[in-house]
């Protein structure tokens, strides 16, 4: 089964686990909270499994986000640098 993934639901996944936080990830990608959470949720069900534990002071990395947070940053990092040599 071919599955995509988004870059824009990997770049929500980066700026949370950077920022610990959704509120502050969506204020740095001039997103709505609800909308970063809903993008959070999406890639959760691509992956079949929680990337990321919540509670109401802090956001954390489970052991399978922690995994996938390289591969995460890697693929952002490479869409970007594509887009800036065609542009």
């Known amino acids: 089964m071919?599955?995509?993934i988004d870059v824009d639901l990997l770049r929500s996944f980066v700026t949370?686990?950077?920022?610990?936080?959704f509120t502050r990830a969506a204020a740095a990608?001039?997103?709505s909270q609800?909308?970063?959470s809903t993008q959070i949720r999406?890639?959760?069900?691509?992956a079949g499994?929680?990337?990321l534990q919540r509670s109401p002071h802090e956001v954390l990395l489970t052991r399978a986000g922690e995994q996938f947070l390289g591969y995460a940053r890697r693929i952002v990092a490479l869409h970007?640098?594509?887009?800036d040599v065609i542009n």
């Open 2 to 4: 071919l599955r995509n």
């Open 34 to 36: 609800s909308t970063v």
């Open 42 to 46: 999406r890639l959760e069900e691509l």
């Open 29 to 31: 990608l001039f997103r």
């Open 80 to 83: 970007d640098e594509a887009l």
């Open 16 to 21: 949370v686990a950077e920022l610990k936080s």
């Open 49 to 51: 499994q929680t990337l």
